[in-house]
């Protein structure tokens, strides 16, 4: 019988590769770096063998995917945002295996979902960003999920993270989830970008943000599930809010009862509203 030990809503803003490099933004995401750190720290604690990671930057147009490739390394450079991540070196094995029992068991709730263990098959940033901190060592396996779902039901991501939960039960090791997505997702106009690095868009955006992170400290779980669909509509939720459907449906979605822990304070990143914070087991 498998373990789930940590699971967690975490930041994967590319200005925290900028935060590394010399330069007018050096140090700017220390905080959200030193957030993924201690997540990695506790996993190892933990006796974490796989990272399991709901990627809202990974598009799809039909049906759920996992990439569960054997071996993941390369060199990254982001299309969306080249002049924030370029260059940047990655390796981490992968876990075909609990991709294959992933795919099975979410199947089992009536989720359209393929596993895929595709030499080809990249890693988006999504994952990679938190694997550079959390990971350096290749002390994780890494399986990716696709969370930036276009044409998908919030309440299939729910059931895909109650499938995931009988999967980890099925499998002999333990797992740590983390949905990989902002909070509001109002990405800075083009024009005021520059001046938008570390400011919310909208100031609605920003009062339903600190709304939503004193529910999840007081673990207000029935109101949140409920308002998660127009969260995600009227602040713009990153691939629809997909990541955090599904790291719920993992938790028991409104009888989840666990206070959330914020481990880096809610900020504002090019416009859109960031967080690390782990959900106890
Ligand atoms: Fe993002």
């Known amino acids: 019988m498998g ?3 940590l699971a967690a809503k975490v930041t994967h803003v590319p200005s925290m590769y900028l935060s590394e490099l010399p330069g007018p933004h050096q140090g700017c ?3 959200a770096i030193d957030g993924h750190k201690e997540i990695g720290r506790r996993c190892r604690e933990l006796g974490v063998d796989t990272i399991v990671v709901f990627d809202s930057h990974w598009l799809v147009n039909s049906a759920f995917h996992i990439n569960c490739g054997a071996h993941f390394k390369g060199i990254y450079t982001s299309n969306e945002l080249p002049h924030f991540i370029r260059d940047m070196p990655f390796e981490y094995p992968g876990n075909p295996e609990l991709g294959a029992l992933m795919a099975e068991e979410i199947a089992k709730f009536d989720v359209r979902v393929q596993a895929h263990n595709i030499a080809s098959l990249e890693l988006e940033y999504g994952t990679l960003v938190p694997m550079r901190y959390m990971n350096e060592d290749q002390s994780f396996k890494v399986v990716s999920v696709s969370a930036f779902c276009t044409s998908h039901e ?3 991501s729910r059931r895909f993270g109650e499938g995931l939960r009988q999967a980890i039960e099925r499998y002999d090791g333990t797992v740590a989830l ?5 909070l509001s997702h109002r990405f800075a ?3 005021i970008a520059q001046d938008k690095l570390n400011a919310y868009t909208r100031e609605f955006d ?3 943000d600190k709304r939503v992170v ?4 007081n673990a207000e779980w029935a109101d949140f599930c409920a308002m998660l669909p127009e969260y995600a509509e009227y602040c713009f939720g990153e691939g629809g809010m997909h990541d955090t459907a599904m790291l719920l449906g993992a938790l028991g979605w ?3 009862q666990g206070k959330a822990e914020i481990l880096t304070d809610v900020f504002p990143s090019s416009g859109t509203g960031q967080i690390n914070a782990v959900f106890p087991l």
Do not use: C
């Open 3 to 5: 373990t789930l030990a």
């Open 29 to 31: 995401r220390q905080a």
């Open 154 to 156: 919030l309440e299939d």
């Open 178 to 182: 983390l949905a990989s997505g902002s």
């Open 189 to 191: 106009w083009d024009r």
């Open 206 to 208: 920003r009062q339903v």
């Open 214 to 217: 004193e529910m999840w400290r």
């Open 254 to 256: 409104d009888q989840y």
